[in-house]
């Protein structure tokens, strides 16, 4: 089965940074790559689709980009709203396989 | 608005089942793919089950194939998780999901709208 690798597992920054979080796939899964935010004690929402679309409603400080193996999801201004642990999710084929996620919080 | 209930956890000790239920109201039950995910306390989200929109064809991970089965009943607008032989490793938040794209013939799909998750505990 493919595997999905976030990094970092975690990160510390400070309001108005921007914010890399990098998704890697251990095989070319084309552009069907997702990117969710899980607020603490919330249920996932979906941010980002087909690599690089954003959800309606998603703020434009959020992007994704990348295909085949390698994405990433950037936040061009961190707030402190953004206080989130983020998924990538592979959807080309079963398993849906989510990577670990990465948790962000503010310095 | 989409809504999705879950239902159904509770405590259950090793070896038991269990079955979860998961009521979808706001869209067209019928047009769309569903997902089981669950969550262990303090991990990440570990994908379960899917099936599809005309309930055709189901797909499972591979942890969980054998013991858990996916269904859903378009009378009822209700998505199912029913689970064997449980065991401790599987104690963790089990929620539905609905698929972003209607009518689609292939598993794969983000997720679009999730349910409030359903507490499945297994413990003696």
């Known amino acids: 089965d493919i595997q999905m690798t976030q990094s970092p597992s975690s990160l510390s920054a400070s309001v108005g940074d921007r914010v890399t979080i990098t998704c890697r796939a251990s095989?070319?899964?084309?552009?069907?790559l997702a990117w969710y935010q899980q607020r603490p004690g919330t249920v996932p929402r979906l941010l980002i689709s087909a690599a690089s679309t954003l959800r309606s409603g998603v703020p434009s400080r959020f992007s994704g980009s990348g295909s085949g193996t390698d994405f990433t999801l950037t936040i061009s201004s961190l707030q402190p709203e953004d206080v989130a642990t983020y998924y990538c999710q592979r959807y080309d084929s079963a398993p849906l396989t989510f990577g670990g996620g990465t948790k962000v919080e503010i310095e | 608005q989409v809504q999705l209930v879950e239902s159904g956890g509770g405590v259950v000790q090793p070896g038991g089942s269990l079955s979860l239920s998961c009521a979808a109201s706001?869209?067209?039950?019928?047009?769309?793919?569903l997902h089981w995910v669950r969550q262990a306390p303090g991990k990440g989200l570990e994908w379960l089950a899917f099936i599809r929109f005309d309930a055709s064809d189901q797909y499972y991970a591979d942890s969980v194939k054998g013991r858990l089965t996916i269904s859903r009943d378009s009378s009822k607008n209700t998505l199912y998780l029913q689970m064997n032989n449980l065991r401790a490793e599987d104690t963790a938040m089990y929620y539905c999901?609905?698929?972003?794209?209607?009518?689609?013939?292939?598993?794969?799909?983000?997720?679009?709208?999730w349910g409030q998750g359903t507490l499945v505990t297994v413990s003696s």
């Open positions: 999901a609905k698929d972003l794209y209607q009518n689609r013939k292939v598993v794969g799909a983000p997720f679009d709208f």
């Open positions: 095989q070319d899964v084309s552009n069907y």
């Open positions: 706001g869209f067209t039950f019928t047009s769309y793919g």
